[in-house]
């Protein structure tokens, strides 16, 4: 009978110890990790310099004023790897990232669900429904970050490595061709739409972002919700570093359009200040969770394709107390397994649902420690 069982022996849940190696060993795994993930960082570094060189058709389209922009994004391929790769290498993480890519890479999951990948890199990834859910206005401003961000990026990073390039059709006509490493993509009129949206696309997308990190700048300073635990270098600073970036943008913008160009050398240098910076600071800081989110994808397409194969075969994991089915066995075998990987003492309690513990973990304070006041 499920609810004679008994509960797991050994330490008990909720208990702080954990059975950790020697300092000696530890200390030697961390320093085995830092370099492994600085040797992997470092030659993806250099694969970029090779990747600017050879797209920039031997720097011939590449631009030397954008050389601290270059710079930047080669310091920032370190620090992302470098992170990743120290990330991955923890138990959790690394059986999340083993199992989210065996998921997606399975052919029985692609047969099983076709659309399932799509789906969750449309929802997930890309839209981010699961943040609706918390508050509809949140999810709007997340919105115009990401997809700001990710405008800009697809602008800046290929025109800063002198992979895109534009170039006049004629010395008397308004027309330009948009090249990709040296070849031709396609010629656009300079006072047509398509040509002021492409002159004008880091303007949009800093008016997204300023839209976005504006709403959550006055929610951390408003909401005491958000207030709680905060902290400045955390929370508060990627949101200035976005505002920096995207204001000073469109002052540059202002200043050629209105100005005549009057202080565009000061804001020239204090935008390449700020995104130079922001770059330099993306790994270390709140905006890894950027590359991190994919991951979560695979992960969540591991456990989507294990509940439905679940409910298919009737695999599911039954509470060993009461009876009720807790997940699918894959997935509480995942969670056991990464609970001895960090080398915890009670992976057991993983096969009781999260009440049955409340219950065991109170009748075992009743039994051992005290039974109430007299």
Not at 40 to 67: E, T
Not at 294 to 300: I, S
Not at 341 to 357: M, N, Q, S, T
């Given at each position: ?204 997308a800093a008016v997204m972002v300023i839209g976005g990190a504006g709403y959550f700048l006055w929610r951390r300073m408003r909401d005491r919700a958000a207030t709680t635990g905060q ?144």
């Open positions: 009978m499920a609810g004679t069982a008994p509960p797991p022996q050994g330490r008990p849940i909720g208990d702080s110890q954990v059975e950790g190696g020697a300092p000696g060993v530890v200390a030697s795994t961390t320093r085995t990790t830092a370099v492994r993930a600085s040797l992997i960082a470092g030659a993806a570094s250099v694969l970029l310099v090779v990747a600017i060189v050879l797209g920039s058709r031997l720097l011939r389209d590449f631009d030397s004023a954008l050389v601290p922009y270059a710079v930047a994004t080669v310091f920032l391929t370190f620090g992302v790897v470098y992170r990743y790769v120290v990330w991955v290498s923890a138990p959790a993480a690394r059986r999340m990232f083993v199992q989210g890519w065996k998921a997606a890479l399975s052919w029985e999951n692609l047969k099983r669900s076709p659309a399932a990948l799509p789906k969750m890199i449309a929802t997930y990834l890309g839209f981010q429904k699961f943040l609706g859910a918390r508050s509809h206005a949140r999810w709007a401003a997340h919105q115009l970050i990401f997809w700001g961000c990710l405008l800009a990026a697809a602008i800046t990073f290929p025109l800063t490595w002198g992979w895109f390039t534009f170039t006049s059709a004629s010395a008397a006509g308004p027309g330009y061709e948009m090249r990709l490493w040296g070849l031709r993509l396609f010629g656009f009129d300079s006072g047509s739409f398509l040509g002021w949206a492409l002159y004008h696309g880091l303007d949009l902290r400045f270098g955390y929370d508060f600073l990627p949101l200035l570093a976005l505002i920096t970036i995207s204001v000073t943008g469109l002052l540059l913008t202002f200043s050629e359009m209105f100005l005549h160009g009057g202080g565009y050398e000061f804001l020239a240098i204090l935008h390449m200040a700020s995104v130079v910076l922001t770059l330099v600071y993306l790994p270390f800081g709140k905006f890894f969770h950027i590359v991190q989110r994919p991951a979560a994808v695979g992960m969540q397409l591991f456990k989507y394709t294990a509940r439905r194969k679940g409910s298919d075969d009737q695999e599911l994991q039954a509470c060993k107390r009461c009876g009720q089915p807790i997940d699918t066995v894959a997935a509480v075998d995942n969670l056991r397994a990464t609970m001895r990987d960090l080398k915890l003492g009670f992976d057991e309690w993983a096969e009781y649902c999260p009440r049955c513990k409340r219950v065991l973990r109170g009748t075992a304070y009743l039994s051992n420690v005290k039974r109430g006041f007299k």
